[in-house]
């Protein structure tokens, strides 16, 4: 069975850090690319962050690009993302998602975790 199980969110002020974990199992990690996505009740969901597994490439979106790091661990089958200088508009379910198309600019994203809430305060 496939399962992306992500981790890690939760509170934190404005400013701080939090790492968020995603825990692939069922598939072939290094296959896949997996990005990080997040979304606000009544918004569209945002892409985020993405890695390809295999070749550790990463892109990240223009909205997070210099406070936010993706990594991979093909030992763990997990990718983290490392989220610095939070802000309030950063409060969001974080969703990963995996696809077998092994690029990030590719889909469909066939699998999704179930999402991790990050609330930022002031």
């Known amino acids: 069975e496939v399962q992306l199980v992500e981790s890690g969110g939760g509170l934190v002020q404005a400013g701080g850090s939090l790492r968020l974990s995603c825990a692939a199992s069922g598939f072939t990690f290094d296959d896949y690319a997996i990005a990080w996505f997040r979304q606000v009740p009544g918004k569209e969901r945002e892409g985020l962050s993405c890695?390809?597994?295999?070749?550790?490439?990463?892109y990240y979106a223009e909205s997070v690009k210099g406070r936010v790091f993706i990594s991979s661990d093909s030992a763990k089958n997990t990718v983290m993302l490392q989220m610095t200088g939070l802000k309030l508009e950063d409060t969001a379910v974080y969703y990963c998602a995996a696809t077998a198309s092994g690029r990030c600019n590719q889909g469909p994203y066939n699998y999704w975790g179930q999402g991790t809430q990050v609330t930022v305060t002031s």
């Open positions: 890695i390809v597994n295999k070749e550790h490439s990463q």
